[in-house]
């Protein structure tokens, strides 16, 4: 299996830049009065996450369109937007189940004035808001980044692939991140191996930790 992707230097750069967006971001949180604060303080997880806004960078047209599911404190989310142009825009569907977790969200989200082209639902990734379903085959890239159980998985992977755009990507993180969600690479294998998933486009790339798919024209 041979994965295609647009310029492998393109996608390193924007790694590399994301690591100062994640740190821009935390620098931002940090100035949220305590008592508001997450208990939790990390802004975000990795720099693997960078690949949504490469991947959506690389279409190379205006209005390029965010789902994300599994939000955390919207810095990836942020940093496709800033990446992608100001004509794009951003869904995200997110419990948000830790105490401040949406207040620091949208915090990330106000103070990078970029509130008018982002959408936050809250909600689990099994009950489909309205505003996606409204939304149809839409989304240019699809970020799966929810519950990382082998069935949560498998379920938010099937679910909204059909909200994906003829030639867009699905993003699956943590497929390689086998000490802390060892059953996203079951899933995402499972659904593989058994012909569930049968774009010929999907792999993995050396280095990162995410699984990616890209829906057939």
């Known amino acids: 299996m041979s994965l295609k992707v647009p310029d492998l230097g393109m996608l390193e750069t924007m790694r590399e830049e994301y690591a100062q967006h994640l740190a821009n971001c935390q620098a931002l949180i940090d100035t949220i009065p305590e008592q508001h604060r997450m208990q939790r303080r990390n802004a975000g997880f990795h720099a693997d996450a960078s690949v949504v806004a490469a991947l959506g960078n690389s279409l190379g047209h205006?209005?390029?369109?965010?789902?994300?599911?599994?939000v955390w404190k919207a810095a990836t989310l942020t940093y496709f937007l800033k990446?992608?142009?100001?004509?794009?825009?951003?869904?995200?569907?997110?419990?948000?189940?830790?105490?401040?977790?949406?207040?620091e969200a949208k915090f990330v989200i106000a103070r990078q004035d970029l509130v008018a082209r982002a959408e936050l639902l809250?909600?689990?990734?099994?009950?489909?808001?309205k505003p996606i379903f409204d939304a149809g085959q839409s989304f240019d890239i699809v970020?799966?980044?929810?519950?990382?159980?082998?069935?949560?998985?498998?379920?938010?992977?099937?679910?909204?692939?059909?909200?994906?755009?003829?030639?867009?990507?699905?993003?699956?993180?943590?497929y390689k991140d086998d000490k802390h969600s060892p059953e996203v690479r079951t899933a995402v294998d499972t659904l593989v191996d058994r012909n569930i998933i049968r774009e010929s486009n999907k792999g993995s790339l050396e280095g990162w930790t995410n699984y990616l798919i890209q829906k057939a024209s």
């Not at 995200?92 to 977790?101: I, R, T």
């Not at 809250?122 to 808001?129: D, L, N, T, Y």
């Open 62 to 70: 205006d209005n390029i369109k965010l789902l994300e599911i599994g």
């Open 83 to 103: 990446k992608t142009g100001p004509a794009s825009t951003a869904v995200g569907l997110d419990v948000f189940q830790f105490e401040n977790q949406l207040l």
């Open 122 to 129: 809250v909600g689990p990734s099994h009950s489909i808001p």
């Open 143 to 174: 970020h799966i980044d929810g519950s990382h159980t082998f069935m949560d998985a498998c379920r938010d992977i099937l679910i909204y692939y059909h909200f994906l755009k003829p030639g867009g990507w699905m993003v699956i993180d943590d």
